[in-house]
């Protein structure tokens, strides 16, 4: 049975239609966004965000042609929103260094300098390399230098980047690595 026709017995009040069309979503998803090369650990929040989005939508919605195809849009929408928040992030973060905003707020605090060094320390014995790709995004350089440097496409570049400012930040809230 297809998508589209799990989709219409699940309108109808079908309820094991419905868990195996969100099984079947799931498992479809999955592979989307895999393919589409995304992280692990973002996949698994993009399949789900999408599944949620459809859940909401699932009663209001009028599906004239192929909910699989709409389906698959709401996927893809949450994929682009990533790339958008993540871009949105990375220009931000890159306007606060150019501006001297972070360098000047970590040179006149010893207490924040102290433990910034501590976390980079922990960060560093659990995954040297986004140590490194931190500590070459702070000195200034590019995305092609650090690219080139590390031998990895600017896509990677960019999720390491992400998930090393986080695993910084919680460190810094907390004084403990989350990963």
Known sequence: MSINDLYHKARQGDTVAREELYRRLYVSFRLFVRHRRVETSESEELVQAAIVKITERFDTVEIRSSFAAWAQTVLRNEIAQMYRTRASHLEKLDQLGKSGQIRDCVEHDEALRRQLSDCL?????????????????????????ICAR????PNNLYVI???ARTMLKNCLATGDLDQ
């Open 150 to 153: 590390l031998s990895i496409k």
């Open 161 to 163: 980047l992400s998930r």
């Open 121 to 145: 320390k922990k960060l560093n014995d659990i995954n040297g390399r986004h140590a490194r790709i931190l500590n070459l995004h702070y000195q200034g350089f590019s995305t092609e230098e």
